[in-house]
């Protein structure tokens, strides 16, 4: 099984920077597809970005704004979040898939996932 524990989040007002950086224990973790949630309050959860061996995927409302990367010496997969909204505001979850060499829209399904973390709260103030 692997562990993920997101850290990074914050308050920030609209138009600055966060990093979130999710930390995972396990096997082989090189040959998981990583991936990144989230939920606002009384919203459904939605697809953010993925990195697999297809390279990275991003949903349209953080293109430009947001940019996915590994780091597989330090088991780690970040989110660079530049530019923010308050609409960005939500709790951001990774997640671990199984399924390296899927197709990159495979990966904007929660269910293609296979491990999750407990989330982190990221608020853009106005």
């Known amino acids: 099984q692997v562990q993920l524990v997101e850290s990074g989040g914050g308050l920030v007002q609209a138009g600055g920077s966060l990093r979130l950086s999710c930390a995972a224990s396990?096997?082989?973790?090189?040959?998981?597809?990583m991936g990144w949630f989230r939920q606002a309050p009384g919203k459904e959860r939605e697809f953010v970005a993925s990195?697999?061996?297809?390279?990275?995927y991003y949903t349209d409302s953080v293109k430009g704004r947001f940019t996915i990367s590994r780091d597989n010496a330090k088991n780690t997969v970040y989110l660079q979040m530049n530019s923010l909204k308050p609409e960005d505001t939500a709790v951001y979850s990774c997640?671990?898939?199984?399924?390296?060499?899927?197709?990159?829209?495979?990966?904007?399904?929660?269910?293609?996932?296979?491990?999750w973390g407990q989330g982190t709260q990221v608020t853009v103030s106005s």
């Open positions: 997640a671990a898939s199984r399924n390296y060499y899927s197709s990159g829209s495979y990966y904007s399904k929660g269910a293609s996932y296979d491990y």
């Open positions: 396990g096997r082989a973790f090189s040959n998981y597809a």
């Open positions: 990195i697999s061996w297809s390279g990275t």
